[in-house]
């Protein structure tokens, strides 16, 4: 059974930094993309940054810069760091597993696909 479970969010003033961590069981975490996606009240949920199986990675504008993504394949772990947050941030963020071994060829796939195991989410709070 794949369980992905995220943490690391909280409340942080405008300028401040979080650093969100995604821990992914039960799959080959070294052959799967990983991305950190979130969501807003009244939005679409959007790919905010994601890391293929080859360590090719995407930001959408609005971060680049600002968030790093990362991952420890030892610990089956994946990362954002946040810096420069913004309340436009704000956000549940949800970690996500590529389902198939390798299935999409880089970031920019990953974060605008599907197939994907989802964690719970980890809510991010950035006030002015």
């Known amino acids: 059974q794949v369980q992905v479970v995220e943490s690391g969010g909280g409340l942080v003033q405008a300028g401040g930094s979080l650093r969100l961590s995604c821990t992914v069981s039960g799959l080959t975490f070294d052959a799967r993309g990983m991305g950190w996606f979130r969501q807003a009240p009244g939005k679409e949920r959007e790919g905010v940054s994601c890391?293929?199986?080859?360590?090719?990675?995407y930001y959408i504008d609005s971060v680049k810069g600002r968030f790093t993504i990362s991952r420890d394949n030892a610990k089956n772990t994946l990362y954002l760091q946040m810096n420069s947050l913004k309340p436009e941030d704000t956000a549940m963020y949800y970690c996500?597993?590529?389902?198939?071994?390798?299935?999409?060829?880089?970031?920019?796939?990953?974060?605008?696909?599907?197939?994907?195991?989802w964690g719970q989410g980890t809510q991010v709070t950035v006030s002015s």
């Open positions: 996500a597993a590529e389902r198939a071994r390798r299935w999409y060829p880089d970031g920019y796939g990953l974060c605008h696909g599907s197939s994907v195991h």
């Open positions: 890391i293929s199986w080859t360590g090719s990675e």
